[in-house]
């Protein structure tokens, strides 16, 4: 089992920056060369879309189109942590933000977060005009 639990989402104004933290405990994995971690958001009456993920063992990342050269995801391996960095937000990134994870493969990163196993509760990012 993994748990998974995030942290720094706010109220932010436009054009401004947050950056998200997702800590997980439980089952090893940073070794693991078939663990993903992936940021979901979902906004009020919307479908969860995928965000970011990466894959620890080879360093992998995918974006979502909507975020590709504002958000940048890493992680920290001794502190068994991934982050998302949020630049040049948009009120169209309020929503609430999930740290999601699964353990399959060897290559490539799931955008669909049925593939995903382990979640987080989310934080909510706000983004004001």
């Known amino acids: 089992q993994v748990q998974l639990v995030e942290s720094g989402g706010g109220l932010v104004q436009t054009g401004g920056s947050l950056r998200l933290s997702c800590a997980a405990s439980g089952r090893t994995f940073s070794s693991s060369y078939s663990y993903v971690s992936g940021w979901f958001r979902q906004a009020p009456g919307k479908e969860r879309e995928f965000v970011a993920a990466?894959?620890?063992?080879?360093?992998?990342?995918d974006y979502a189109d909507s975020v590709k050269g504002r958000f940048t995801i890493s992680r920290d391996n001794a502190k068994n942590t991934v982050y998302l960095e949020m630049n040049s937000l948009k009120p169209e990134d309020t929503a609430v933000y999930y740290c999601?994870?699964?353990?399959?493969?060897?290559?490539?990163?799931?955008?669909?977060?049925?593939?995903?196993?382990?979640w987080g509760q989310g934080t909510q990012v706000t983004v004001s005009s």
């Open positions: 999601a994870a699964y353990y399959r493969g060897i290559v490539g990163i799931a955008k669909n977060d049925r593939q995903y196993d382990y």
């Open positions: 990466i894959r620890w063992s080879v360093g992998t990342i």
